[in-house]
């Protein structure tokens, strides 16, 4: 049976910080962070118990910050530059270095790493880390790098305002204008000649709402030249990117995250990303990527095992949950993405979304079960869960740069209440936790139990049965979605109600339905609803219609076999 993949993103600087002061703009002495070593086996067993066979540990790579860690050699960054106290973990200050934030011993972090990477592989899961190949931290120095290796823009011939073997994009003769009010005189961040910004910003005057903190990277697209490309021989930053990728695959590292992966061009990723497989065969790699037109690019040429499932489905069911689009509209999805389905990762939350209980989305973590149970069953492609996504965490903390914003912050020292009382200073359980909070988590620990046992659902066939319910009186298609997945002699009906009451339903299943799954209705004895294990009672007509109820905001997988 085909292995359905289940990632859990976390943010390991608030996962395992247990200060819960929270103080808005808070500095690292008063909010504290996580570290690696929260990931203890304890912990990391309480993960893999909610069934995930991977872990994203987002904001790993050494990136600028406002604490200053300059007495263990590492460069003290200017804070105009910076975004949070924090910084993004997306502003890279060192890519061959972790962030010294999460170490307990800041000169043992790459071995702290080392541990945490040998932890989770022990515990049965393989570890994914962000790539950020598009930019870097505006002072971006290695102190980490091996020997030989030269940093970014070391070479560069910033007289030009491109050259395919500069690292960086220049804007000669100008100085760097930041927009907004910024330190004077020796403290003044200085920047000549100017660098392009990191948004394919190509001015020496980047706004607030542009990605000043960080620098565009040079593959050899020629932007003042109808983008032009100058790939061969083959630029410095595809090397430098290849040897940074290598690294961190012989740390053990099992994935990339790779961020931003449309504004890289995609013969980039055709060169390295096989160069990177020949040492590890089952490496994966993950695209960012928001244009559709592009995502067959990315997969038959670009190489990319999984692309975000950003602008059709997340949207999709971001929709429907809260009622701007009928159900209806989650055919289409599937529809467009065509062959590319299986290619698909599919989420409800990630460090950039809001989070689905904030007052910004559904308000409620539990109106966006029917669209987790869709996301989660409707194909064999893997799932996403945030942490605090199974505990309804809401999102709405004023942190500093954040600000309320219905996100957790990337970019400020934190703690996350609903993860800091699940852990319970590492102790783990459902005391702290709210009825509400149990229920939501035991929701998520089942659903992704289904998913990943249910072998018509981690490798077997789909059938949309949408068409053949929208003249049905008794099914609402604006509210509910409903389809079938099918392997071997067995068949699961999995149907979702958006509706925020419950629903007395029939769900029409066409002759053609069970042809294509090579299934004789006749042959089936028995049904059964998977979350609540009950026996679904079969009328002699149930292929031709099978009633069922439906709670408010929920769903049921059912699944039916063949009689002995």
Excluded at 266 to 284: D, G, M, R, T, Y
Excluded at 375 to 395: C, D, K, W
Excluded at 479 to 508: D, G, M, T, W
Aim: aromatic share 14%; with cysteine; proline share 5%.
């Amino acid at each position: 049976m085909k292995e359905k993949l289940f990632i859990y993103q976390v943010l390991p600087r608030l996962f395992g910080n247990n200060k819960d002061i929270n103080k808005e703009n808070g500095t690292l002495e008063e909010n504290g962070a996580g570290k690696f070593s929260a990931f203890d086996n304890k912990a990391l067993k309480e993960i893999k118990k909610m069934g995930f066979t991977h872990i994203w540990y987002t904001g790993i790579l050494e990136h600028a910050s406002k604490t200053d860690y300059s007495a263990h050699g590492i460069s003290k960054d200017n804070p105009d530059v910076i975004k949070g106290n924090a910084g993004s973990p997306y502003a890279i200050r060192d890519y061959y270095d972790v962030s010294p934030d999460l170490a307990d011993v800041v000169e043992d972090r790459i071995a702290e790493f080392e541990d945490l990477v040998d932890r989770t592989h022990k515990n049965g899961m393989k570890v994914i880390i962000d790539f950020v190949p598009n930019h870097v931290a505006r002072q971006y120095h290695s102190d980490a790098k091996p020997p030989k290796v030269k940093d970014f823009g070391e070479n560069d011939n910033p007289t030009i305002a491109f050259d395919p073997d500069n690292n960086f994009y220049y804007i000669p003769n100008q100085k760097l204008e930041l927009q907004f009010p910024v330190q004077q005189g020796e403290d003044a961040y200085v920047e000549y000649p100017a660098k392009a910004t990191g948004n394919d910003c190509f001015t020496n005057k980047p706004g607030i709402n542009d990605w000043y903190e960080t620098v565009k990277l040079n593959y050899g697209v020629d932007y003042n030249h109808g983008k032009t490309n100058c790939f061969m021989p083959v630029p410095d930053t595809w090397l430098k990117m290849q040897d940074i990728l290598l690294y961190w695959t012989s740390k053990g590292v099992d994935g990339f995250r790779c961020d931003m992966a449309e504004m890289v061009p995609v013969e980039f990723w055709n060169w390295v990303i096989p160069k990177v497989k020949a040492k590890n065969k089952s490496l994966i790699f993950i695209a960012e990527v928001y244009n559709p037109a592009q995502y067959h690019n990315y997969v038959h040429w670009g190489l990319f095992d999984y692309l975000y499932d950003k602008v059709d489905l997340y949207d999709t069911l971001r929709d429907v949950i809260c009622g701007y689009k009928p159900a209806s509209e989650i055919t289409f999805c599937w529809q467009r993405i065509g062959d590319l389905q299986p290619k698909m990762l599919n989420f409800l939350e990630n460090h950039d979304e809001q989070r689905i209980a904030s007052d910004f989305f559904a308000g409620d973590a539990f109106k966006a079960i029917p669209g987790m149970i869709t996301a989660a069953t409707m194909y064999t492609n893997p799932v996403m869960i945030y942490f605090g996504q199974e505990l309804g965490e809401r999102g709405m903390d004023k942190e500093g740069f954040s600000g309320l914003d219905g996100r957790t912050t990337i970019f400020d020292y934190w703690s996350v209440d609903s993860v800091r009382k699940w852990r319970n200073n590492g102790s783990f359980g459902n005391g702290n936790l709210t009825q509400g909070q149990v229920k939501l988590r035991k929701f998520y620990l089942q659903l992704i139990q289904i998913a990943r046992e249910e072998e018509s659902i981690s490798s077997g066939k789909f059938f949309d049965l949408m068409y053949h319910n929208y003249e049905n009186p008794e099914f609402d298609s604006t509210k509910q979605y409903a389809f079938l997945r099918s392997c071997k002699k067995e068949f699961i009906l999995v149907v979702a109600n958006f509706a925020p009451y419950a629903s007395e339903i029939s769900v029409h299943i066409p002759s053609e339905a069970f042809g294509y799954m090579g299934i004789e209705p006749q042959r089936i004895k028995s049904a059964k609803e998977l979350f609540s294990k009950k026996n679904i009672p079969l009328s002699s007509r149930w292929d031709k219609a099978l009633y069922i109820n439906v709670e408010a905001c929920s769903g049921m997988i059912i699944k039916f076999s063949v009689g002995q």
